[in-house]
């Protein structure tokens, strides 16, 4: 197989993978219409349910990523050891296995929220006089409940949701230290 036919087909991979990650759960309808949106990577042809299934065993022995399905109903698709991309993430990053070991500049790269969720966290930082070290632990949260959702972007209601965790953690530690004395 020449170099050039196998890098097409690692990128065919890795919209595959994307396309389902983004998703959560897809059916295959779904995956194809999207495949037949991305013009340039499909020229306008369906994508065969066998070439599909050939693929999914080509992610599996490559990436170790196990794309299974339902089983029932719409028979939806979905990243089974999605925790596999996180440490994919940070694979070239050495002592570096998940979002609670994110440095500031690999904050910047892999935890920058979207406009809205900046703003969200600029105002709650103000309001709630949190330190730099609350700004990184909450931006760590965001990233991970992005991360659950499977959304490659951390976005203003993974902020919202990672605030909401710190001040629960906080008023709780507060009234155990005021209960302690």
Request: glycine share 4%; net charge positive; with cysteine.
């Amino acid at each position: 197989m020449s170099y050039n036919i196998q890098q097409n087909l690692v990128g065919k991979y890795v919209w595959l993978i994307e396309t389902i990650h983004r998703t959560g759960r897809i059916s295959f309808k779904e995956i194809n219409k999207r495949w037949l949106d991305n013009a340039k990577m499909s020229g306008g042809v369906d994508l065969p349910l066998r070439t599909f299934n050939n693929w999914r065993k080509a992610i599996r022995d490559m990436f170790g990523l196990f794309i299974e399905n339902e089983g029932c109903g719409d028979y939806r698709y979905y990243i089974e050891n999605e925790e596999l991309l996180q440490q994919q993430r940070f694979k070239a990053h050495k002592g570096i296995y998940c979002n609670a070991q994110m440095t500031p500049a690999l904050l910047h790269q892999y935890a920058e929220p979207d406009a809205a969720g900046l703003d969200q966290l600029r105002i709650a930082m103000d309001h709630l006089h949190m330190s730099a070290r609350a700004y990184d632990r909450i931006l760590k949260v965001a990233r991970t409940i992005a991360d659950l959702e499977a959304s490659p972007r951390v976005q203003r209601h993974h902020i919202m949701e990672a605030i909401a965790a710190a001040a629960t953690s906080t008023a709780a530690a507060i009234s155990i230290c005021k209960n302690i004395s």
